[in-house]
């Protein structure tokens, strides 16, 4: 149950990113969006590290668009503040979300609180 919980932010994360992508038309990001949560399947270090950068690059994303869209509505006088402050949040959630992806143990590292082991 604990999982559940640990991957729900990360599935959440890549949900709206891929609602983003959808709606500029943009199929092929959908599909990269829509695997990472797949990904989480993968026991292996490698699958881990690429859902946390597929994260941070939508936390970028995020902030893309956020400077886009902020900047056209100061070209054309209108606000701009609620719309800065719900993306960032986005970026920011999409962004922290990748610190709930855990990563496994490299072959060969000790666990936490224990000693390597001698070979001799």
């Given at each position: 149950?604990?999982s559940?919980?640990?991957a729900?932010?990360?599935?959440?994360?890549?949900?709206?990113?891929?609602?983003?992508?959808?709606?500029?038309?943009?199929?092929?990001?959908?599909?990269?969006?829509?695997?990472?949560?797949?990904?989480?399947?993968?026991?292996?270090?490698?699958?881990?590290?690429?859902?946390?950068?597929?994260?941070?690059?939508?936390?970028?994303?995020?902030?893309?668009?956020?400077?886009?869209?902020?900047?056209?509505?100061?070209?054309?006088?209108?606000?701009?503040?609620?719309?800065?402050?719900?993306?960032?949040?986005?970026?920011a959630?999409?962004?922290?979300?990748?610190?709930?992806?855990?990563?496994p143990?490299?072959?060969?590292?000790?666990?936490?609180?224990?000693?390597?082991?001698?070979?001799?």
């Amino acid at each position: 149950m604990k999982s559940v919980f640990r991957a729900l932010p990360i599935v959440l994360s890549a949900l709206v990113l891929a609602a983003h992508f959808y709606r500029s038309r943009n199929l092929a990001m959908v599909a990269v969006s829509l695997t990472l949560p797949l990904l989480l399947f993968v026991r292996e270090r490698w699958s881990a590290r690429v859902v946390q950068a597929g994260l941070v690059l939508g936390a970028l994303e995020w902030v893309r668009t956020l400077a886009f869209f902020a900047g056209q509505r100061m070209e054309v006088g209108r606000p701009w503040g609620r719309l800065a402050v719900i993306l960032g949040v986005v970026a920011a959630l999409t962004a922290l979300s990748a610190l709930a992806v855990r990563v496994p143990l490299a072959a060969g590292a000790p666990a936490a609180g224990r000693e390597p082991e001698a070979t001799s």
